[in-house]
């Protein structure tokens, strides 16, 4: 089951992945902003956990059916990323923006909590890299 190639260790490495940098979000951003809520943090840990179980899983498809291009790990994990990361800050714009004011200041280039997706993005080529290097990718990852 957890032998390489393997889809279940693909979502097994990007769960591993998602539940330390989610630590690490869930410890750090009180640190920063103390009056962030409990759900908030909560909420971010959870969703990288998720991030990494996706990108864990899409690692089988390594051809786009409509486009007519192939889609290796640097191209399906940032994408994925950032555009879960995308959905995330759509959906906490304000938290978002609290924390990366909070961290570099009003009027900086970097106050935005847009910046996060570009997190999204980076987190998920680490994901999508670390899931194909030991778990495989493609369609002998579920011909087990």
Known sequence: MLEKPSLIRRAAIGKIIGLAFGLIAFFALPLFVPDLSMTF????????????CFIGIMGVLT???VLHMPMPWWVRGPL???FMMLILWMLAQTE???VAVAIFGE???FSSGAWSIVDGIIIGALMSFLATRFGGEGKETVDR
């Open 80 to 82: 994925i990323g950032g």
């Open 41 to 52: 943090r909560l909420g971010v840990a959870l969703y990288l956990i998720m991030m990494g």
């Open 63 to 65: 051809y786009h059916p």
């Open 107 to 109: 009027g900086a280039i």
């Open 96 to 98: 978002f923006d609290a």
